[in-house]
């Protein structure tokens, strides 16, 4: 079965903290996603990335940066959590940029306090 | 106005009803995705498709091009199809979402 992971299921860090959500995907798909998703706003898109070391802003990349050092493996970084970042967050991958399948880990619900 | 528009938010259905969900966008697209998420998060894709219709066992999704709408149909609907339904299109290479259609298929 192909499978994104996403490393924590449930967080809850302090506000200022740094916060490292890590997605790891074991199908060798180059294009891989972050979400957010929020009630009545859908999921967002905030970074995106097609190839290692190789990054996109999304549409909500503000307060957020990301890492992609090996293919399978994506990182979102929070630099400085504040309560507004309180979401759920979404990886997800695919083998085709717009017309790939796209395959999504199980989500990491963060509460900022 | 949200380019990408689902229909209904909310829908309540008996076990062994017809099902329809609307998805309208306003963009020219490359395709449509159907996705389900289940309560606690994880997401599963039922469809691609850019143009006619697809079946899935009970699924069946349909796209117009020319009408920029697509439907998704669940034929004799069970509780454990209840879940919130979404409609993503790519006009470029980011994704457009709508905001979903939370289904209830009660016994």
């Known amino acids: 079965d192909v499978k994104v992971t996403q490393s924590s299921r449930y967080l809850v860090k302090r506000t200022g903290e740094k916060v490292f959500l890590e997605c790891v995907q074991d199908m060798d798909h180059e294009n891989m996603f972050w979400y957010r998703q929020d009630p009545g706003l859908g999921l967002r898109l905030i970074y995106f990335?097609?190839?290692?070391?190789?990054?996109e802003k999304g549409d909500i990349p503000e307060g957020y940066s990301v890492s992609r050092e090996k293919k399978e493996r994506f990182s979102l970084i929070l630099e400085s959590a504040s309560t507004n970042q309180t979401s759920m967050y979404l990886c997800?991958?695919?083998?085709?940029?717009?017309?790939?399948?796209?395959?999504f880990g199980e989500g990491s619900r963060l509460t900022v306090l | 106005k949200n380019e990408v528009e689902q229909s209904p938010q909310n829908l309540t259905a008996q076990e062994g009803e017809f099902i329809t969900i609307n998805c309208s966008y306003s963009v020219g697209i490359s395709a449509l995705h159907w996705l389900q998420q289940h309560p606690g998060g994880g997401i599963v894709s039922l469809f691609m498709?850019?143009?006619g219709k697809k079946k899935h066992g009970r699924l069946i999704a349909t796209i117009n091009i020319q009408e920029k709408h697509s439907s998704l149909h669940i034929t004799a609907s069970h509780p454990r199809d209840s879940a919130v339904y979404i409609c993503a299109v790519s006009p470029t290479d980011k994704l457009i979402f709508g905001t979903g259609t939370r289904l209830q298929v009660f016994p």
């Open positions: 997800a991958s695919s083998l085709l940029r717009r017309t790939g399948e796209l395959f």
């Open positions: 990335s097609y190839d290692v070391k190789m990054k």
């Open positions: 498709l850019s143009s």
